[in-house]
Structure formats: C-alpha cells, structure tokens
C-alpha cells in the first residue's frame, strides 16, 4: 500500500511540465451507466457513447457540456409482490437514456501541470423510457390523474463529477471521469404507486479524448480568478 502511495506521488510530482492552455476544447467520450432498476427491474450495465464541449472560464475553472446515450437490459428473474402495473421483475424491459448534462468544475492543480483532477456540480436532463424489446412498444402505467401514460420522461437531474486529466500533446488529452446523477422527478409524472419503486440515481464512468483549439493570452487576465482572489 505504501509503494502504491509513493508511486502515484511521483507521478503527480513528475507531472508538472507545462501543458498548453486553450479555451476550447473538443471530444469524444465512451463508457459504462450503471441504474439499479429501483425495486422491480435489476439493470445490466450499459454502454454509454457520445461527446463533449469545454470552456475554459478562468485559470482553474472549466464548464462542460456533454450528452450521452445508451440501452440497459433488464435481467429477467421471477415475479415478486412489487410491480410497476403490469410490469414485474419476470418482464422483458429495455431502458433507453439519452442525457444532456452540463457541469462547472474546478482543478486542484494550476493549467501547467500535465496531469491534473478537478472536481465539480451540475445538472441536466435525461430522456428516457421503458419499452418491450420483443415488439418495439413503450409500456404504460399509471399517471399523476389516474391516466395510463408512457412509462418514459424527460427528466431533470442534479449531478456530482470527478476528473483525471492527463495532457497527452499540446493540443490533445484525455479525461477520466465519475459522475453521479439524482433524477428530481421534475418532467415525470406517473402515480405514487410507481414513482415511489423508482430508482433516483445513475452512476457512470468514461473516458474521453479531447482536441483543444483557441490559444489563452495571459495578458488577458482571468476575470474569474480575480474576482475570486478579491479581498
């Protein structure tokens, strides 16, 4: 444990030649969702692909725009007690999500080092729903009046996110990334009796490679990181 400890302190350490610093920064990104499936549905983990736009808003500050998309499959196993209608845990289900997330995140470690972590918060909204994957049908429940609606939703969420950044080139790194999602239920509006089963949280890693464009002059200033320095 401790030869462990000491190596990732060298690299950190070794890691402080200077990296390019661009405003902008472009990317592609894959990964892993995982959704527990709340208390009916047991979810597989799910392949998740898709980009990401960055601005840089001062020295340590960045904003990210990403979106994402993926299927989950439900693992059939014998029917219990809690249902959601018509659907129990012996259903077959598909789960499609497709998210559009934003987040402002802070480095720990000044622009010219060339690995670095930051951490942030942000929020976003999940397009989702429940389908029969043996006949391409959404399924239905019970809705806020009683009313059958699609068991699907566009759905706002709150998020926390941690990143690895390596700079690999002057123009070009990769992001290691862990991300939590809380689904508010602000956008679904289905009855207790479903949305109380639900589960809130989405829970996913991925991997980007990043092209960064739009040179930073220094003599510009960060108007960011001084109003933040100011006493």
């Not at 389908?131 to 059958?148: A, C, F, H, L, N």
């Not at 609606?149 to 990143?163: H, N, P, T």
């Not at 890693?205 to 200033?221: K, T």
């Amino acid at each position: 444990m401790r030869r462990a400890v000491l190596v990732i302190a060298v690299l950190w350490c070794a890691t402080a030649a200077r990296a390019e610093e661009s405003r902008y920064s472009l990317g592609a990104l894959g990964g892993i969702l995982y959704s527990r499936g709340g208390d009916v549905l047991t979810f597989d983990y799910g392949t998740l692909y898709g980009g990401e736009v960055g601005f840089r808003l001062g020295e340590r500050w960045h904003f990210y725009v990403d979106f994402g998309q993926t299927t989950l499959q439900h693992q059939v196993s014998p029917a219990t007690a809690v249902t959601f209608g018509d659907i129990t845990s012996a259903t077959s289900v598909e789960a499609s999500l497709t998210r559009l997330g934003g987040a402002l995140h802070r480095s720990l470690r000044s622009p010219d080092h060339r690995l670095n972590l930051s951490i942030g918060l942000g929020g976003g909204a999940v397009i989702w729903q429940y389908s029969d994957p043996d006949i391409d049908t959404t399924y239905k429940v019970k809705g806020v009046r009683g009313q059958m609606v699609d068991f699907g939703a566009s759905e706002l969420f709150l998020s926390a996110s941690s990143r690895i950044m390596l700079q690999l080139s002057e123009r070009i790194s990769t992001h290691l990334s862990f991300q939590g999602d809380y689904l508010t239920g602000g956008g679904a509006e289905f009855d207790g009796s479903i949305d109380d089963h639900r589960d809130r949280w989405h829970w996913s890693s991925m991997l980007s490679l990043n092209l960064h464009f739009g040179s930073v002059r220094r003599r510009d200033g960060w108007a960011s990181d001084s109003a933040w320095s100011s006493p």
